[in-house]
């Protein structure tokens, strides 16, 4: 009867352990400091949760077939260079420059993606090795393509995307929202969603019940290289400027928030749902901390601790099914 | 049996969850003997071995081994340490490591307490050199054949100091010169006084190899004896002289068209890698209706044939005739599903289930494209009407569909399979190793619903190592040996004797000896 009602007890924390968790920090951050809630500071929170949040959802994907991507960040800065350089050439006065931006990015991201997924299948060559290569391999390209400086001088509706907001609510944050729904709705709903469940749970039996396993594997690197671009083409509208050394780190904050929300790095368990929260869980704890003075030292050692506890926790949890 | 009894195991029982393993099982090992352990598969074979070897525990029994008590609660590694040596199919080698390296893992010589290189290496000279092998004691093992790896597993052995060398099917991915390699080897190490149990399915080695023999059937000792008298065909007798479990049905009515043609496959044998049989100018026939039996031992070429027929794996030569339409041999499990085809793979875990995913997922994954609405999104209603048919209609156990397949009984993940099979509404069907590991009840339900898909016009090809479902489902049965076909029968002349000897005799002999049936 013990043993039953402690699995239980464990099974339930596992399911919604991380979002009492996200309460609880907000809860005491909140009675802690009053301007923690003030609608300022959670527009601020949520819009920097959104552009690392994108990319999110697409490692989502990546990481439920036992993948990962560790380019994302630099794939950011080099697509959001790429845009904003393009449109620096055709002249920020043409009326739908930030369109030719956001496609350019974009469509820099989904390449590159498409790229690196091909590696992945075509050569065999692992997907930690494809993008660590590409970790460097972008950020040089990036620094390359306009020799380390930063590109400026948007038009307002370029900026809109970063800084405008739609019935009050900042852009990125609706964009965040659509794109979490529709990967949610992916995952759970579409016959997509289940292959990409099927090849990371067992790539073997997935290719004997006739999926193209190389084609969905290369698909989920293209899926988050085309977020990465639209994250670079977002972070450059909101920073007014498409940097060099925009989204270093990224990867890292990308990857926990989908680990902390309880994907399984060996694939096939998980989902976007649990990514939203890890990523928030990230976004609150990094600016509660600020808040609060604690310095940004500690801050590394605290989200460190936090990805270990939350892994460590699941594969306890785990252990005690059944 | 003259000689001092090295290894005594008396009144061994097992028992598994709605399995009795083992049941009074005895077995005597003579000093200086190679001992056949004989009986077909789930006769109880690899549990008395693992006993042995510590890795399981029995439920009763006692055991000595030259005089000492095997206290049944010790480890592998106390059993090592007193000579029991265990030499399984897959080996225990570290590939990236050197001969020698693996022939003193954990027990290198040291000086200082850094290890003594040139005295390893010299160690292990010296005891290749013994075994009659001449290769660099340096060379990586990956590099190494099937046939020297192993040799590389029996060295290890005598280095731990052996007394009993336990062999379980070791020849099953040797060739015949190799076979007599390891035979050499062996003979010349119990001049030396080591023992071997030595586990087989080939009959004719036995003659070759072994003083002793002890066959165990359903668990239960059956016979002991000596080699030297006994003909191949009083050892099958023992071994298959049982109650019949399954039903035979009469054979249906005149089968249809041909569904499937192979024509002349063949592969090469690849020196290292996965395919490590070579198959021969394999041809077989299946029409629409009927049920084509697949026996072998395992490694004979009926799982290989089979998985080249669904595109899983490539062959060198070869035609298909899917429905009278040539193909060249397919390239993707894809291609064989487009063209009628399914499977049920041989490991139920490791190719077939989803373990952590729900019932219904599990079931409908390669018919998702039928039941999608726009072809893009899983219409649920229809995928739980789907679901809902097959749980009725096989008897599927569950809590609800939502759950997770590793939460299922062996018997009920294999309907999931069948299930899942037969939503794709094959011509063909492919189920390899229908009933592995599942109780006697799921068994025949299995067996039923083959029966049931055959009267329903799919042609469907079984692949089994037991021979009493062979002979219980098949119409026809093709026998495999060595990447050969070696004989087909009609279900009406079929005999577990006539398949074994087919299954188990080298070409030659099986050809005499059923010239001489």
């Given at each position: 009867?013990?043993?039953?009602?402690?699995?239980?007890?464990?099974m339930?924390l596992?399911r919604y352990?991380?979002?009492?968790?996200?309460?609880?920090?907000?809860?005491?951050?909140?009675?802690?400091?009053?301007?923690?809630?003030s609608i300022?500071?959670v527009a601020?929170?949520?819009?920097?949760?959104?552009?690392?949040?994108?990319?999110?959802?697409?490692?989502?994907?990546v990481?439920?077939?036992?993948?990962v991507d560790?380019?994302?960040?630099?794939?950011?800065?080099?697509a959001?260079?790429?845009?904003?350089y393009?449109?620096?050439a055709?002249?920020?006065?043409?009326?739908?420059?930030?369109?030719?931006?956001?496609?350019?990015?974009t469509?820099?991201?989904?390449l590159?993606?498409?790229?690196?997924?091909?590696t992945?299948?075509?050569?065999?060559?692992p997907?930690f090795?494809?993008t660590?290569?590409?970790?460097?391999?972008?950020?040089?390209?990036t620094?390359?393509l306009?020799d380390g400086?930063?590109?400026?001088?948007?038009?307002?509706?370029y900026?809109?995307?970063?800084?405008?907001?739609?019935?009050?609510?900042?852009?990125?944050?609706?964009?965040?929202?659509?794109?979490?729904?529709?990967?949610?709705?992916?995952?759970?709903y579409t016959?997509?969603?289940?292959?990409?469940?099927?090849?990371?749970?067992?790539?073997?039996?997935?290719?004997?019940?006739?999926?193209?396993v190389?084609?969905?594997?290369?698909?989920?690197?293209?899926?988050?290289?085309a977020?990465?671009?639209?994250?670079?083409f977002?972070?450059?509208?909101?920073?007014?400027?498409a940097?060099?050394?925009?989204?270093?780190?990224?990867?890292?904050r990308?990857?926990a928030?989908?680990v902390?929300?309880?994907?399984?790095?060996?694939?096939?368990?998980?989902?976007?749902g649990?990514t939203i929260?890890?990523?928030l869980?990230?976004g609150v704890?990094?600016?509660?901390?600020?808040i609060?003075?604690?310095?940004?030292?500690?801050?590394?050692?605290?989200?460190?601790?936090?990805?270990?506890a939350a892994?460590?926790?699941?594969t306890?949890?785990?252990s005690?099914?059944? | 049996m003259?000689?001092?009894?090295?290894l005594?195991?008396?009144?061994?029982c097992?028992?598994?969850?709605?399995?009795?393993?083992?049941?009074g099982?005895?077995?005597?090992?003579?000093?200086?003997?190679?001992h056949?352990l004989?009986g077909?598969n789930?006769?109880?074979?690899s549990?008395?071995?693992?006993?042995l070897?510590g890795a399981?525990?029995?439920?009763?029994?006692?055991?000595?081994?030259?005089?000492?008590?095997?206290e049944?609660?010790?480890?592998?590694?106390?059993?090592?340490?007193?000579?029991?040596?265990t030499?399984?199919?897959?080996?225990?080698?570290?590939?990236?490591?050197?001969?020698?390296?693996?022939?003193?893992?954990?027990?290198?010589?040291t000086?200082?307490?850094?290890?003594?290189?040139?005295?390893?290496?010299?160690?292990a000279?010296a005891l290749?050199?013994?075994?009659?092998?001449?290769?660099d004691?340096?060379?990586?093992?990956r590099?190494?054949?099937?046939?020297?790896?192993?040799?590389?597993e029996?060295?290890?052995?005598?280095?731990?100091?052996a007394?009993?060398?336990?062999?379980?099917?070791?020849?099953?991915?040797l060739?015949?010169?190799?076979?007599?390699?390891?035979?050499?080897?062996?003979?010349?190490?119990?001049t030396?006084?080591?023992?071997?149990?030595?586990?087989?399915?080939?009959?004719?080695?036995?003659?070759?190899?072994?003083?002793g023999?002890?066959?165990?059937?359903d668990?239960r000792?059956?016979?002991?004896?000596e080699v030297?008298?006994?003909?191949?065909?009083d050892?099958v007798?023992?071994?298959?002289g049982?109650?019949?479990?399954?039903?035979?049905?009469?054979?249906?009515?005149a089968?249809?068209?041909?569904?499937?043609a192979v024509?002349?496959?063949s592969r090469?044998?690849?020196?290292?890698?996965?395919?490590?049989?070579?198959?021969?100018?394999l041809?077989?026939?299946?029409?629409?209706?009927?049920?084509?039996?697949?026996a072998?031992?395992?490694?004979?070429?009926r799982?290989e044939?089979?998985?080249?027929?669904?595109g899983?794996?490539?062959?060198?030569?070869?035609?298909?005739?899917?429905?009278?339409?040539?193909?060249s041999?397919?390239?993707?499990?894809?291609?064989?599903?487009?063209?009628?085809?399914?499977?049920?793979?041989e490991?139920?875990k490791?190719q077939?289930?989803?373990?952590?995913?729900?019932?219904?997922?599990?079931?409908?994954?390669?018919?998702?494209?039928?039941?999608?609405?726009?072809?893009?999104?899983?219409?649920?209603?229809?995928?739980r009407?789907?679901?809902d048919?097959?749980?009725?209609?096989?008897?599927?156990k569950?809590?609800?569909?939502?759950?997770?397949?590793?939460?299922?009984?062996?018997?009920?993940?294999q309907?999931?399979?069948?299930a899942?099979?037969?939503?794709?509404?094959?011509?063909?069907?492919?189920v390899?190793?229908?009933?592995?590991?599942?109780?006697?009840?799921?068994?025949?339900?299995?067996?039923?619903?083959?029966f049931?898909?055959?009267?329903?016009?799919?042609?469907?090809?079984?692949?089994?190592?037991?021979?009493?479902?062979?002979?219980?489902?098949?119409?026809?049965?093709?026998?495999?040996?060595?990447?050969?076909?070696?004989?087909?029968?009609?279900?009406?002349?079929?005999?577990?004797?006539?398949?074994?000897?087919l299954?188990?005799?080298?070409?030659?002999?099986?050809?005499q000896?059923?010239?001489?049936?």
């Amino acid at each position: 009867m013990t043993a039953a009602r402690r699995v239980d007890v464990v099974m339930w924390l596992r399911r919604y352990g991380t979002s009492m968790f996200l309460l609880a920090l907000i809860l005491f951050f909140g009675l802690e400091n009053s301007r923690f809630l003030s609608i300022r500071n959670v527009a601020n929170i949520l819009t920097e949760v959104s552009i690392y949040g994108i990319i999110a959802v697409g490692m989502t994907f990546v990481i439920l077939t036992a993948g990962v991507d560790l380019a994302v960040g630099s794939l950011l800065a080099f697509a959001g260079m790429s845009g904003a350089y393009v449109m620096k050439a055709i002249g920020a006065d043409y009326p739908l420059s930030w369109l030719v931006a956001l496609a350019t990015a974009t469509a820099v991201g989904s390449l590159v993606g498409y790229l690196q997924g091909k590696t992945v299948t075509f050569f065999s060559v692992p997907p930690f090795i494809v993008t660590l290569g590409g970790l460097t391999i972008w950020r040089g390209a990036t620094l390359i393509l306009n020799d380390g400086s930063p590109i400026s001088g948007f038009d307002a509706r370029y900026r809109w995307w970063g800084t405008g907001s739609i019935a009050g609510v900042p852009v990125p944050i609706v964009l965040f929202g659509l794109i979490a729904a529709a990967g949610f709705v992916t995952q759970r709903y579409t016959r997509y969603g289940r292959y990409i469940y099927a090849v990371g749970g067992n790539p073997e039996a997935a290719r004997l019940n006739g999926l193209d396993v190389a084609a969905i594997v290369t698909s989920v690197y293209l899926i988050v290289g085309a977020l990465s671009g639209l994250a670079g083409f977002l972070l450059s509208a909101r920073l007014g400027a498409a940097e060099a050394v925009g989204g270093i780190g990224y990867e890292l904050r990308v990857i926990a928030s989908v680990v902390i929300g309880g994907t399984s790095l060996a694939g096939g368990r998980g989902g976007v749902g649990g990514t939203i929260v890890g990523a928030l869980l990230i976004g609150v704890l990094t600016n509660g901390l600020v808040i609060m003075h604690v310095s940004s030292y500690w801050q590394q050692v605290v989200i460190g601790l936090i990805i270990v506890a939350a892994v460590a926790f699941d594969t306890y949890a785990k252990s005690h099914r059944e | 049996m003259s000689a001092a009894i090295l290894l005594d195991v008396r009144d061994v029982c097992k028992q598994f969850p709605g399995v009795r393993a083992l049941d009074g099982v005895e077995l005597q090992v003579a000093a200086q003997e190679v001992h056949a352990l004989l009986g077909e598969n789930g006769a109880g074979k690899s549990t008395l071995l693992k006993i042995l070897s510590g890795a399981l525990r029995a439920d009763r029994g006692e055991a000595t081994l030259d005089g000492i008590r095997l206290e049944p609660g010790q480890s592998p590694r106390d059993r090592q340490r007193l000579g029991l040596i265990t030499i399984y199919q897959e080996f225990n080698l570290l590939p990236f490591m050197s001969i020698a390296e693996n022939l003193y893992l954990g027990r290198e010589p040291t000086r200082y307490g850094i290890i003594d290189w040139a005295a390893l290496y010299e160690n292990a000279r010296a005891l290749l050199a013994d075994l009659g092998l001449s290769v660099d004691p340096r060379r990586e093992v990956r590099h190494l054949s099937v046939a020297h790896q192993q040799m590389v597993e029996i060295g290890r052995a005598v280095a731990q100091k052996a007394k009993l060398i336990v062999m379980d099917e070791p020849t099953a991915a040797l060739s015949g010169r190799e076979v007599e390699i390891l035979h050499t080897v062996m003979q010349g190490l119990k001049t030396r006084g080591v023992s071997f149990i030595y586990v087989t399915h080939r009959l004719d080695e036995v003659k070759r190899v072994c003083d002793g023999f002890t066959v165990l059937r359903d668990g239960r000792y059956v016979a002991c004896g000596e080699v030297r008298g006994v003909e191949i065909r009083d050892l099958v007798r023992l071994m298959v002289g049982r109650d019949v479990e399954f039903s035979k049905r009469s054979r249906t009515a005149a089968p249809g068209e041909t569904v499937l043609a192979v024509k002349g496959i063949s592969r090469a044998r690849e020196s290292s890698g996965r395919h490590a049989i070579a198959l021969k100018d394999l041809s077989v026939e299946v029409k629409a209706g009927e049920i084509v039996g697949f026996a072998g031992l395992v490694g004979a070429g009926r799982t290989e044939l089979a998985r080249i027929i669904f595109g899983a794996d490539r062959c060198d030569d070869g035609v298909l005739y899917v429905n009278g339409l040539e193909m060249s041999p397919l390239r993707s499990p894809q291609e064989a599903i487009r063209a009628g085809m399914a499977l049920v793979p041989e490991d139920r875990k490791q190719q077939g289930c989803f373990l952590d995913q729900s019932i219904s997922q599990n079931m409908t994954l390669p018919s998702l494209k039928r039941i999608a609405r726009w072809r893009i999104f899983v219409d649920e209603v229809k995928e739980r009407q789907l679901v809902d048919h097959y749980r009725s209609a096989l008897r599927i156990k569950m809590a609800n569909s939502a759950v997770a397949v590793g939460t299922l009984s062996g018997g009920n993940q294999q309907k999931v399979l069948l299930a899942r099979c037969m939503a794709l509404q094959p011509k063909l069907l492919i189920v390899d190793e229908p009933t592995r590991g599942i109780d006697i009840g799921s068994k025949a339900e299995v067996h039923q619903l083959l029966f049931d898909m055959a009267r329903s016009g799919i042609a469907v090809i079984v692949i089994s190592s037991e021979m009493p479902e062979v002979l219980a489902l098949s119409d026809r049965i093709i026998v495999f040996r060595e990447g050969c076909i070696s004989g087909l029968l009609d279900c009406r002349d079929a005999t577990e004797s006539n398949l074994m000897e087919l299954m188990a005799i080298s070409t030659a002999a099986g050809a005499q000896r059923v010239a001489a049936v």
